[in-house]
């Protein structure tokens, strides 16, 4: 139950902060959406010990605004090859997925999804193959900094500071 009250908490104050808007008739919309949220992630059993959203404390932020960063240099490397297109040289890319539970695996494809130029298309157990428009994203990818974070990320999950 515990889990579930969290998963409300940190739903209704991401909605709070995002939504601005505070009329009553929007709040009871936000509540009815937290609700359904709940109860749906109750009814599918995706909430628990391994899917605890408040376990990740203070490095979730951390991890976003890492995010949000490598999207804001992806865009600017999308920008120059959209001005440059002989650049482009598109390609797929198999690189490892180091992670063992299937929340940083799907963190891990959809963080590279969200990247501009890289579309993850099938992530397997211990590979993912993704779509990339350049060597220079190519590379980025197969480096493994995006993994690495994932797993410091994960490592409050398997008790380490």
Known sequence: ??????LGILLTVLWLSISGVYKPQILALGVASVLLVVWLSRRMDVVGVEHN????????????????GEIIKANVNVVRLVWSPSKISPRLVTVPVPHDNAVAKVTYANSCTLTPGTV???????????????????????????AAKISWLESVRQGNP
Do not use: C, F, K, N
């Open 1 to 6: 139950m515990r889990y579930l009250i969290s």
């Open 53 to 68: 959203p408040v376990l990740y404390s203070w490095r979730l932020p951390l991890y976003w605004a890492w995010l949000v």
């Open 120 to 146: 993850t298309l099938v992530l397997e157990h211990s590979e993912m193959t993704a779509h990339v428009l350049d060597a220079s994203s190519a590379q980025d990818l197969e480096s493994g900094r995006m």
